[in-house]
């Protein structure tokens, strides 16, 4: 596949039962799945638009039960995004991600230019909130990265995180939208309708 | 730089774990010692291993230790089916955790994780209360088995419970009998351990509704940590991923069917046998060697099968509760032959071909699995030296000789051939054969030889470790009277006794043309196996070449979709430019006829 070499791979990690399967699954499949079912490791492609041209974003969604040390370093070094998921229920969700992070830092070295998002995922539970937006915002300050919150089940914020997580690579211009040179014609177009109407 | 400071090694109770926050802690003290490593990870290393060194004694260093060690360690505390951690995690989780969502999938509090390993490395015994988290214990269960060095199904045995895997998926019956006699294959103290385990996820399953913990989610989460290659090669793991959880959630599922052996009381009585089996076989090697002496290329392998039998010798004699933990790996350790002919492959091949008799028999596969200990005990360097591993083969003995195939290895072959046939055992050839190959049918000969070895050991007088011809020929004599043979002359060390040397070199032939045969059977089913596996993967390739095939049919297609909206979107544009030329030209005209009527208009006032 010629896309192969430029696809574009976003890793999620976070511990386990967070709900990193099911923002992935929100994202891909549009589905909700009350199941519980732990991943070893899935991967999923989708098509979006990147430096005019289209290719593939890799969604690998990683196992959060159980480390193999191994295949987390491969994740990284292989991606070009990250996603780290915590349960908004959970703070010892929140606490597991710090490794993960240390270990980013330490393959990728220079963290600043790598889109990361910090995603406090099920906030529909706000009543058993564990914890609160502000002390993860204060985190992702200190990590130099951006943080929402979303709620796979809902489907609250979902598209966003991933058009924002996108919109962070600065290296390239990547996109969710496919058709994004239709849009540039038609701005242009609107350009030239908005010269035709001073007049 | 992770560095840190050890000066409290002696007084102070334990060792940070490193971090700078602990650093303080440390008391100061005049003995201070300052080390330092190159990164974080060999600093942990380090730190285990003094860690163990200092703690071991004590009960302590239970992480990442050989899981043989701690279980020979507590055997003091009675008999056990599990190391005692693991039974006061189960024990804990019984009691409060079997109904709690998630569990041994969700996190536990990591600090207090790395809390309960130290002190369980410092030989504390931290006691559990109310306040402890559930997800906590189980985190720590967890760490404990894949901290340990050696999974509890050992690196040797991965490939085989894959294969074991793969048939289950085929032949559900089948594949329940192989993995049951795969798993009564290991070694004790691994049996009693995943067996407990099993027996456990058993009851955590139980409340699945509850815990959401169905059979396959505890085996996802937990197959990793009981099965895993020894190279941690991601393609590796994720070939196996699959199987390994289908292989867990037959293990927990039909744990009563798979580990049928009565409940073991330690780990003491089956572990001497094979190291018994050890002794006699370098013996019995030395004799052969006299009886031929044009073994080419044999000299050093000679020679290290009779250190090896002092040392088996020693290692026998040597009380074992005395703290000497791992007196005997350490002594074979001492000598280099041994590691030589762990090492070369060269001595390894050669080797066989010298002892004579059931040497013919190197597997690749285990071969290769013996080479990989080798390698595995190289990288560890604060783990098992190759010394140690000799202490495994032992164990593994038992049961299938030629798991353990390389020099060391092979040799105990012969005794049990020699053995069984001095013993009178009905027909030598199925006795041959169950030492041979595991076959489950044989195993009783195997074990029944065993017993009479072990018979010979009691009556044996303690013997010298100095001349390890001696207990040989006592045990020899031994086995001949209990066989009854009557022709036996009193003093088999005797160079004389030609006829039956005789009759035992024609017994170990035949025993010889049977090993061999059911060795090319062995042979046959493992490249009928390979062949299916082969044959598998290429369908699984040309599965997935079709899948990708299929996408990029529609990739394709999307891309000329994507022209043909380019085409229109440049039809569109092509259209508005056109307008918009047309829009100039309007314009123009337009200004003209301004210019011309802003002129006309001059013009009518500059008449004026």
């Known amino acids: 596949m010629p896309e192969q070499s430029n696809d574009y791979r976003v890793a999620v990690f976070g511990a386990g039962g967070v709900g990193k399967s099911s923002l992935v699954l929100r994202f891909v499949k549009g589905t909700f799945r009350e199941s519980y079912i732990p991943t070893v490791e899935d991967t999923y492609r989708q098509v979006i638009s990147c430096d005019k041209s289209i290719c593939t974003l890799q969604i690998t969604d990683t196992t959060g039960s159980h480390q193999f040390p191994a295949m987390q370093r491969l994740s990284i070094s292989k991606g070009h995004a990250f996603i780290l998921v915590y349960s908004i229920t959970s703070r010892q969700s929140l606490e597991e991600l710090k490794p993960i992070y240390e270990q980013i830092c330490e393959i990728k070295g220079d963290v600043e230019s790598i889109p990361i998002m910090l995603v406090g995922n099920k906030c529909d539970e706000s009543p058993s909130r564990e914890v609160q937006s502000s002390e993860a915002e204060a985190l992702a300050r200190t990590w130099k990265c951006a943080f929402m919150e979303t709620s796979a089940k809902l489907n609250h914020n979902v598209k966003e995180l991933f058009q924002e997580l996108l919109n962070l690579e600065k290296r390239r211009t990547v996109s969710l939208q496919i058709d994004g040179k239709k849009s540039k014609q038609q701005k242009r177009k609107e350009k030239l309708k908005g010269k035709c109407v001073i007049m | ?608």
């Open chain 2, 1 to 608: 730089m992770p560095f840190w400071p050890i000066r409290h090694l002696k007084r102070s109770g334990r060792l940070p774990r490193g971090g700078a926050g602990e650093r303080e802690k440390v008391p100061a003290n005049p003995e201070a010692l300052l080390l330092m490593a190159s990164s974080q990870r060999d600093m942990e290393d380090w730190v285990q291993a003094i860690r163990r060194v200092i703690w071991a004694p004590l009960g302590g260093g239970i992480f990442g230790q050989r899981l043989e060690d701690t279980v020979h360690h507590e055997r003091k505390y009675g008999p056990r089916l599990a190391p005692l951690l693991v039974e006061q995690c189960v024990d804990f989780i019984r009691e409060r955790g079997l109904t709690e969502e998630g569990l041994f999938r969700m996190p536990g509090q990591a600090n207090l994780v790395r809390d309960l390993q130290d002190s369980f490395d410092c030989g504390e015994k931290p006691l559990f209360d109310s306040t402890t988290d559930v997800h906590t214990v189980a985190s720590l269960l967890k760490l404990y088995l894949r901290e340990l060095p050696e999974p509890v199904v050992p690196f040797a045995r991965y490939e085989d419970f894959l294969s074991c895997a793969q048939l289950l998926t085929k032949d559900e019956g089948e594949g329940t009998l192989e993995l049951a006699k795969q798993v009564s294959n290991l070694p004790q103290a691994n049996y009693n351990l995943l067996r407990y385990i099993c027996k456990f996820l058993d009851e955590v399953q139980a409340y699945s509704n509850v815990n959401k913990m169905s059979v396959q989610n505890l085996a996802t989460v937990f197959g990793p940590n009981i099965l895993r290659p020894q190279v941690e090669d991601p393609v590796t793991i994720m070939e196996g991923t699959s199987l390994v959880q289908h292989l867990m959630t037959v293990l927990i599922r039909k744990h009563g069917q798979l580990f049928t052996a009565p409940a073991p009381e330690g780990s003491t009585s089956p572990r001497r046998g094979p190291q018994c089996a050890v002794g006699w076989g370098s013996e019995e090697v030395t004799r052969d060697s006299q009886g031929e002496p044009c073994d080419p290329g044999l000299p050093a392998h000679r020679t290290s099968s009779l250190d090896g039998a002092a040392v088996a010798v020693l290692s026998r004699t040597a009380p074992t509760g005395a703290g000497s933990r791992c007196s005997p790996g350490k002594k074979v350790q001492t000598l280099p032959s041994w590691k030589s002919s762990f090492r070369q492959p060269g001595s390894r091949s050669g080797s066989p071909k010298g002892g004579g008799s059931s040497l013919e028999v190197p597997i690749i596969s285990s071969g290769g699995n013996w080479f990989m200990n080798g390698l595995s005990s190289l990288r560890g360097h604060r783990r098992a030296s190759s010394g140690d591993r000799l202490k495994d083969s032992g164990s593994v003995q038992r049961l299938s000789t030629y798991d353990n195939v390389p020099a060391p290895g092979v040799v105990p072959g012969i005794p049990s051939v020699a053995s069984m046939v001095w013993s009178g055992a009905s027909s030598s050839e199925s006795s041959v054969g169950g030492s041979l190959s595991s076959c489950t049918a044989c195993r009783a000969s195997d074990s029944s030889a065993r017993s009479s070895l072990h018979t010979d050991w009691a009556l044996e007088p303690s013997p010298l470790p100095s001349s390890s011809e001696d207990p040989k020929s006592l045990d020899l004599d031994h086995s001949l009277d209990e066989a009854g043979t009557g022709a036996s002359n009193s003093e088999p060390s005797e160079p004389g006794s030609a006829t039956r040397e005789h009759a035992r070199r024609s017994e170990a032939l035949q025993g010889l043309v049977t090993e061999l045969r059911a060795e090319l059977c062995r042979q046959r089913t493992e490249y009928e196996r390979s062949v299916k596996r082969i044959e598998e993967g290429s369908a699984d390739l040309r599965k997935r070449m079709s899948q990708l095939e299929e996408e990029l049919d529609q990739e394709k297609k999307k891309y000329i979709m994507l022209e043909i909206k380019l085409r229109n979107s440049e039809r569109a544009r092509e259209d508005a430019e056109r307008r918009n030329q047309l829009l100039q030209r309007e314009m123009e005209e337009f200004f003209s006829t301004l210019g011309s009527l802003t002129a006309g208009a001059k013009g009518a006032r500059a008449p004026k």
